[in-house]
Antibody, heavy 114, light 113 residues
């Protein structure tokens, strides 16, 4: 059974940093492209970024709103993908999901507020 | 970036009737090398993560009832739900995965009339 479990969400002040983790199991993680998607309170879904597999160069892509502030990395030995978030803004508040191949985690809440 | 526009933003349909949701992309999602449309449909119920309904525009995910159908090609796509049931109430999203950023539509809220 595919499982994706996000963690690391917290309350952080504007300008602060946070690292989210997504622990995966039940599939071949090393071959998977992993996505991060977020959802602001009461709003729709926004794709944040993606990291390809190592064999595909671990290439990353991001939505413009987070480019230069967020970075995605992966540790295939731990079946975990990370989202490093720097220079956080209030508009980054929301639930952050990791997803792959149609599977989603339950999400972790990030609140950016002073 | 590819802009995804859904219509309507919300709709109310009677139990047992048909619901139709449209999704339009600002550029074609059809890739001639694979002969596929890079479009997915999701629904999301309150407090839950999105659930995949269709990929490649019309390939039904395992476990999705055949009352649900996905169609369309190029820039125009449709999600149809026949014989609406109370449990179908949700917000529905289309998403393109043709080129990053993999944008979503704004969502369509489906309610029971």
């Amino acid at each position: 059974e595919v499982q994706l479990v996000e963690s690391g969400g917290d309350l952080v002040k504007p300008g602060g940093s946070l690292r989210l983790s997504c622990a995966a199991s039940g599939f071949s993680f090393s071959n998977a492209f992993m996505n991060w998607v977020r959802q602001a309170p009461g709003k729709g879904l926004e794709w944040v970024g993606r990291i390809k597999s190592k064999t595909d160069g671990e290439t990353t892509d991001y939505v413009a709103a987070v480019k230069g502030r967020f970075s995605i990395s992966r540790d295939d030995s731990k079946n975990t993908v990370y989202l490093q978030m720097n220079s956080l803004k209030t508009e980054d508040t929301g639930v952050y999901y990791c997803s792959t191949d149609g599977y989603w985690g339950q999400g972790t809440l990030v609140t950016v507020s002073s | 970036d590819i802009v995804m526009t859904q219509s309507p933003d919300s709709l109310a349909v009677s139990l047992g009737e048909r619901a139709t949701i449209k999704c339009k992309s600002s550029q074609s999602l059809f890739h001639s090398s694979t002969n596929k449309n890079y479009l997915a449909w999701y629904h999301q119920k309150p407090g839950q993560p999105p659930k995949l309904l269709f990929y490649w525009a019309s390939t039904r995910e395992s476990g999705v009832p055949d009352r649900f159908s996905g169609s369309g090609s190029g820039t125009d796509f449709t999600l149809t739900i026949n014989s609406l049931q109370a449990g179908d109430v949700a917000v529905f999203y289309c998403q393109q995965y043709y080129s990053p950023p993999y944008t979503f539509g704004q969502g369509t809220k489906l309610e029971i009339k």
